[in-house]
């Protein structure tokens, strides 16, 4: 056994975060200590970064305690993700209610205990107390219904 | 007295009718997201910030900081109801305040949790206005070196305070103060890790960050082991406390209040500890330590003061100093600049019936908690009963359209996604996400403070340890790692937040 995945994994993480944020700040000016330029304070913490990195890494080698990983919900990650990428897609073109219909039914299908009925319950609820709290109550400058949706 | 002019400021302010209403609102809604496991008062205020745009400065500030303390009374609802603590301060009291409610005693259980948040609130409230505005005065005296140092000690202070690996906790850090800088530099307007992204100029959106990390991640996370959830306690009566009880809780609410009141100040979520070190605390000084576990009502009161007297209490670093203790405060932070003003040691003198109206609202805030919880417990009840199904869909549609609503752009709803997947990730790993948060929203001061000092000391690094007072601050850092990283400190670290499971 490699040890515990977990660390190796969160150790490789921050190890790639910080080579990239210390790769685009080479990008930039850098100045010295007296004049900081806009790549000074970056590279230097990508640095720090990288080197946690390595520590987490090192440290998850010589863990012995495994620490399992857990389930991921698959399905219900690319529902949300999907559902906020549509959102912010469709809002102005489709209007905010047909948008925000579609993103609570795709949604509503990350529970495993819904179901379709459930589903289109949930989708007109929802959407209703979103239009009077946000369009009424709140006077936001959404339209209902938009351009793509005119003929 | 000055004290009393300042508070009589504070009672005018606090005491409009619109500003009454906000503070209810914001007390209500926190008891509100406090109840319901899997929205907290962080993802919630993140997606109030943009509404409270069109507010009044004091309006929006009373009203999300109504949230924020609301939220640790709803809390412990949960925590005694169903065994679950709706907000993370409250876990302890789930401990000793469950097996009450099991016992048929849910009632004086829920009644301690109020009358000892009340007590907390009411000295801490007091507290704040004592101390917060000679803290002010001296805060008023400190250059960039000192900002530095200080804003140093906030950040490494609270991974002492997080649990977990102290070296994951940094990192994340680190990650945080990273991701802050992303977006025009303040000194020469290079645009910084912005893959050419127009929207990304300006920085990663605040909202988004939260929104990502404590609302999407969280979520991701709760629907990896969907339980459908009991409310074992339908019915709740007899609020009342018995004469013993009110007898026995006394000390317990001094002590965790006193607790609560210190630890409230540090970085880095201490009103969670708070309430666990009173709970060890109360076990520790006890005649009958065995009884902890089994219903004691001494381990409802004491953590439920100190969690409470924390909450208030961190609003000192904030009010007087412009720094945030935790991801709550930085969000209210936020709500600060949208408003147009700069938190720090200014807002006592510049703006004081901001100041004071939000000091005098908390205590309003307080009062109005205990009205509600107590007389309307059996609506609370009925909330715990709306399945998480219901409400991840709710927080989704709140989130995009909130999200959206701020500059009418479609990158901030892409970015929810994006963070939350990177925060889902970490959270995976066992990265807490609340010194990432911390992290992003210092990141830019630091630097700022940090170039700022080294043009001040000609390019002399020394000119931190030179000064004394951002000497002595970058030592009490120094201690704080040190102390995180003991062994003996760890190993009560894991015991304390053991009694979580």
């Known amino acids: 056994m490699l040890g515990a995945l977990k660390d190796l994994l969160a150790g490789l993480v921050f190890i790639a975060f910080g080579l990239a944020f210390g790769y685009a700040s080479l990008g930039y000016d850098i100045g010295s200590a007296l004049r900081m330029g806009p790549g000074y304070f970056p590279l230097f913490l990508s640095g720090i970064l990288t080197v946690l990195g390595v520590v987490i890494l090192v440290q998850g080698f010589f863990q012995t305690e495994e620490s399992p990983i857990g389930p991921t919900p698959w399905l219900a990650l690319v529902l949300l993700v999907g559902a906020l990428f549509i959102f912010g897609f469709t809002v102005q073109g489709l209007g905010l209610v047909p948008s925000l219909m579609i993103t609570v039914f795709m949604s509503a299908f990350a529970s495993r205990h819904t179901g379709v009925l459930g589903a289109i319950a949930l989708t007109i609820g929802l959407t209703l107390v979103c239009v009077l709290i946000f369009v009424y109550g709140l006077g936001l400058p959404l339209r209902l219904l938009g351009p793509w949706l005119d003929f | 007295m000055e004290l009393f002019a300042n508070l009589g400021l504070g009672f005018e302010t606090a005491l409009s009718p619109d500003n009454i209403l906000y503070c209810f609102i914001g007390v209500l809604l926190g008891t509100l997201v406090g109840v319901l496991p899997g929205i907290g008062p962080t993802a919630t205020i993140g997606l109030l910030l943009p509404i409270t745009f069109n507010f009044e400065p004091v309006s929006a500030l009373i009203m999300l900081a109504g949230i924020y303390y609301g939220a640790q009374y709803g809390g412990s609802t949960t925590a005694i109801l169903i065994n679950l603590p709706g907000e993370s301060s409250s876990a302890v009291t789930a401990i000793d305040g469950y097996k009450m409610a099991r016992q048929g005693r849910a009632g004086p259980a829920l009644a301690t949790a109020a009358l000892g948040s009340f007590f907390a609130g009411t000295v801490t409230t007091l507290i704040l206005a004592l101390f917060a ?112 009880d009110f007898k026995r809780i006394i000390a317990p609410v001094l002590r965790g209040t006193a607790v609560g009141s210190v630890l409230g100040i540090l970085p880095g979520g201490g009103h969670v500890l708070a309430a666990f070190a009173s709970y060890s605390l109360e076990k520790k000084v006890s005649k009958e330590p065995e009884k902890f576990g089994t219903g004691a009502i001494e381990g409802v009161a004491g953590p439920e003061s100190a969690n409470n007297a924390g909450a208030q209490t961190s609003f000192i670093p904030l009010l007087t100093l412009g720094i945030p203790a935790h991801p709550v405060m930085a969000l209210i932070i936020g709500a600060f600049i949208i408003q147009g003003i700069t938190p720090g040691p200014n807002v006592v003198t510049d703006e004081p019936e901001l100041f004071w109206g939000i000091i005098v609202s908390m205590w309003l805030g307080n009062l109005f908690l205990v009205l509600l919880n107590l007389p309307l417990i059996g609506l609370w009840v009925r909330m715990l009963t709306i399945p998480y199904r219901v409400l991840f869909p709710a927080i989704i549609a709140f989130a995009s359209i909130g999200t959206f609503s701020i500059h009418l752009n479609a990158f901030d709803v892409y970015a929810i996604a994006v963070l939350g997947i990177i925060g889902y990730v970490l959270v995976k790993l066992d990265c807490e996400p609340a010194p990432l948060l911390l992290g992003f929203v210092l990141g830019p001061l630091l630097e700022e403070h940090l170039r700022r000092a080294m043009i001040i000391s ?44």
Do not use: C
């Open chain 2, 133 to 244: 505005p000679p803290l002010a005065r001296v805060a008023l005296q400190f250059g960039s070196p000192e900002y530095f140092s200080l804003l140093v000690l906030g950040l490494l202070a609270s991974i002492a305070l997080a649990h977990g690996s102290v070296v994951k906790a940094l990192a994340m850090i680190v990650l945080g103060l990273l991701l802050g800088l992303v977006g025009q530099d303040i000194y020469t307007g290079t645009p910084r890790f912005t893959f050419g992204q127009f929207e990304l100029y300006s920085g990663i959106s605040f909202v988004s960050l939260a929104v990502g990390v404590f609302g999407v991640a969280e979520i991701l996370r709760n629907l990896e082991h969907e339980t459908i959830r009991t409310v074992a306690v339908k019915h709740v009566s007899g609020l009342w406390l018995s004469k013993d």
């Open chain 2, 458 to 501: 000609r390019g002399d690094p020394m000119v931190f340890i030179e000064r004394p007072i951002s000497a002595g601050l970058l030592l009490a850092a120094a201690i704080a790692v040190v102390i995180a990283i003991l062994p003996s400190v760890r190993r009560k670290r894991e015991e304390v937040f053991q009694e979580e499971d």
